[in-house]
């Protein structure tokens, strides 16, 4: 009996240092420093010329020019 309670023990022991080392990294990640930069967002005030205009996700003049050189390679010359 005295066996099994100081097996009992040592496991909940054991375990518990298992949960506290993994518990661990995630206490450490909460340390934020005070000279925190605070990124903002990037400019795109450029990306709205005709050659980025995407209202469907496809720019447009890309699209225009694929589609403009199929007929060249379906046909032969």
Known sequence: ???TFVRA???AALAGLVVLG???PALAAQDVPDDVVVVDEPDTS???NIWTFAPLGVPVLGLIQSLNGVPGRLLPS
């Open 46 to 48: 450029d990306l709205d």
């Open 9 to 11: 023990v040592i496991g």
């Open 1 to 3: 009996m005295k066996k």
């Open 22 to 24: 993994s518990v661990a």
